[in-house]
Nanobody, 121 residues
Framework: QVQLLQSGGGAVQAGGSLRLSCAAS????????MGWYRQAPGKEREGVAH???????MYAASVKGRFTISRDKDKNTVYLRMNSLVPEDTAMYYC???????????????WGQGTQVTVSS
């Protein structure tokens, strides 16, 4: 069992930056792949980025080059650094943890409580 506690987020103007944090507790953190999803009003939840147990990362095309996912194994925390934010990034952001049945694949099992990111033009 893994518990995920998110922090960060908020409101920022276009072009600004924010960092989201997700602290994990419970089962060995290093056994899980970690990721970030987002959901805007009226839209389906979409994957933003994830980081595998070997440290490799994957990004959605819409955020590649602007967002960076990283993890601190000593702190059991995963981060999402968001730069050059645009209004289209406005959404509720969710942290996720999962197991990996194969390279680059995560089966999401646990979710954070969500944190709002609002980008104004």
């Amino acid at each position: 069992q893994v518990q995920l506690l998110q922090s960060g987020g908020g409101a920022v103007q276009a072009g600004g930056s924010l960092r989201l944090s997700c602290a994990a507790s419970g089962s060995p953190y290093s056994d899980y792949c970690m990721g970030w999803y987002r959901q805007a009003p009226g839209k389906e939840r979409e994957g933003v980025a994830h980081i595998n147990t070997d440290g490799t990362t994957m990004y959605a095309a819409s955020v590649k080059g602007r967002f960076t996912i990283s993890r601190d194994k000593d702190k059991n925390t995963v981060y999402l650094r968001m730069n050059s934010l645009v209004p289209e990034d406005t959404a509720m952001y969710y942290c996720a943890a999962g197991t990996s049945p194969g390279p680059g694949v995560c089966e999401w099992k646990y979710w954070g409580q969500g944190t709002q990111v609002t980008v104004s033009s």
